[in-house]
């Protein structure tokens, strides 16, 4: 393995010297450096250069691709990568384009490393925020990463995640890539539509899925679907100083029960707009089961859910209901005002437009004008005019209403364009000159087409299909850099694969998630000169990932250690920390509070004396503010484990149940004396000390 890693190595290398030699003579096939080789697969390489090519098998596209996607050892990614992690509950960090895994953040579920969720108080408090009443969870199923944004371009600062299975979303700060904030989002218990944020981090959106009953809290048999169940529309409003999610100043607009898919936040000329699709506008509850016959009665719900031959896309004015929210037009439910279904259509705030036969994404273009959908059983991709939105609702141009009244906006009248795409089209992502790029599960490829004559290049025809890409296999979601802002890059996209059958070594049945790094550079030009061109697999053998986003690495900028004694929950100084000479324990009944330092190579102190049953307390500050002097503080048998950064303070909180000598030691090998770092924790039997 060691022998493979460094034979790329040396052909990547020595071929970008190389490279830059033979491309320079413009001359590829004869022998340039005049030492006697002749190249044998056309790459323009030489000597053992060509050796090592031949060897391996590579072609020249292989070189070209390892050339494009290469970054040498200790040099950084121009972007990043912010991957949903799927049921792990997690995010991953991943540099792009090398595809190199930096990070795994801990949101939704414990995570030993970190010791997320493990003993120390910041990631048990967090797990607890978003524990559901009576509940604790321990995972989530991420599916849409959202960075925060400011006048539409990512600003580095936070991001945003929802948890699918449960309703609930995360907010973690970029400055330490950790999770600060878990909300349980109110009257919602599945979620899709989200996490999007505004273009300006006014609200992180999150709508419901499958609707719910409605009040939630209340029982209704799913026979009652269209009269009890509801879904919700929630606009979270951010703090703008700390990116944290204020439900005081939140709201939620209430939907038909419908079952509402992924949503988009309009930009520009359609900012202070969102937009969410839906499909099962039929409200089939699915097949009930004849428990006499042992047969369903009735349709599943995948077939009552594609009866109708159109979904509604739903329209919703955002900005106009936070001045219905101001004027108290709304009911309180779950701790939240919302906007009911009758408000929200005399208000003239919602409206519906017809989107082909069971649709999934919905995705705002750069300019905020052109909105595009795709039905998953259709083989085209549908685009909606912004203003032409605008216009038939000045106009009242309708086709009439839906059973809760409200108004369907006249698919002909706003409808600019489709184009073929090809089968199963999911997402579509953007570059900046005018073409959507979209995923077709079904056929394993992506179509780039382009958009309006407004914003497309001279030479090409509006909504026409340019390219395809085949990619490995059945494609979800894609992304392109910078790919939700007012600018796209134009360089790469990913694409995010379900399957990955023979794209890998055997690992048994349970097979990686794929992505595929792909190259759109000059994504102005015609197709046949640019052709997209798969560069890159990478699997993902953690949960599967659904969305990504891709963002210039220099817009972020992390810390490099935690300030002296910070809580990594608030990120201010921690009241408890202390600095080296500052160490403690003092007794108070059956409290035992401990002030604990670490640095290399130890614990102060390194033995600590407790009653079994007492309440143990232990504030432990990593003192160092050397730059990745990590320790870690682990309690054999108490199930205890943290991660302390350089600077970092932890509150470690536990009962000490049961007696006996336990060991603790520094989970990080930090220092040559690591295997030394480690010290007592006694626990002395309660009858010890309990006296005649
Ligand atoms: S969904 Cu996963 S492939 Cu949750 Cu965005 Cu479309
Ligand atoms: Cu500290 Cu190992």
Known sequence: MKKHLRLTMVVVVGALVLGALVFGASCSSDDDDGDGDTPTNGAGLDGDLQAIADERGFTPDDIRHALQSFVPPGEYDEYIMFASGGHSGQIFVIGMPSMRLLKVIAAFSPEPWQGFGLGADWGDTILEEGNAEGLDLTWGDVHHPALSETAGDYDGRWLYANDRANGRMAMIDLRDMRVKQIVDVPNIQTSHGGMFVTPDSEYAMISSKFPMVWPPGDYADVSDYEAKFRGAASYLALDPDTGQVNLDDSFQIE???????????????????????????????????????????????????????????????????????????????????????????????????????????????????????????????????????????????????????????????????????????????????????????????????????????????????????????????????????????????????????????????????????????????????????????????????????????????????????????????????????????????????????????????DILRVTEGDNVTIYVTNVEQTRDATHGFAIADYNVQGSLEPGETATFEFVADKSGVFNFYCTEFCSALHLEMSGWLLVEPASVNAGP
């Open 255 to 605: 939907l038909p029960p419908y079952t509402q898919d992924l949503a988009d936040a309009g930009k520009l000329i359609s900012s202070g707009w969102s937009f969410i699709g839906s499909f099962n506008t039929e409200m089939a509850p699915g097949a009930d089961f004849d428990v006499d016959t042992d047969t369903p009665i009735g349709d599943p719900l995948e077939i009552g859910a594609s009866e109708e031959n159109f979904d509604y896309l739903h329209v919703i004015n955002w900005k106009a209901a936070e001045q219905i929210v101001a004027d108290g037009k709304t009911t309180e439910m779950g701790g939240l005002p919302v906007i009911t279904l009758e408000t929200a259509v005399a208000e003239g705030i919602f409206y519906l437009i017809p989107e082909p036969k069971s649709p999934h994404g919905i995705d705002v273009d750069p300019t905020g004008r052109y909105l595009v959908v795709s039905g998953k059983l259709d083989p085209t991709t549908t685009i909606y005019d912004f203003e032409k939105v605008q216009e038939a609702i000045a106009n009242e141009d309708f086709e009439g209403t839906d059973p809760f009244g409200v108004p369907i906006l006249n698919f002909d009248s706003v409808m600019v364009g489709q184009v073929e795409v090809g089968l199963g089209p999911l997402h579509t992502q953007f570059d900046s000159k005018g073409h959507g790029y979209t995923s077709l599960f079904l056929e394993s490829a992506i179509a780039k087409w382009s958009l309006g004559d407004d914003v497309i290049p001279s030479g090409e025809t509006a909504f026409t299909l340019q390219d395809k890409v085949n990619v490995h296999f059945n494609i979800g979601h894609l992304a392109t850099a910078e790919g939700d802002t007012v600018s796209p890059d134009d360089n790469w996209m990913v694409a995010l694969n379900k399957w990955s059958i023979d794209r890998y070594a055997p690992i048994g049945p349970l097979h990686p998630q794929n992505f595929q790094l792909i190259d759109i550079k000059d994504g102005l030009a015609m197709a046949e000169t640019n052709p997209m061109d798969l560069v890159y697999d990478m699997p993902i053998g953690i949960g599967e990932p659904h969305y990504v986003q891709i963002i210039k690495a220099d817009k972020i900028a992390p810390w490099e250690t935690y300030p002296a004694g910070t809580d990594a929950l608030t990120m201010e100084p921690h009241s408890e920390a202390i600095v080296s000479g500052g160490e403690r324990i003092e007794r108070d009944g059956n409290n035992v509070t401990v002030w604990m330092s670490v640095q290399r190579s130890h614990f102060v102190p």
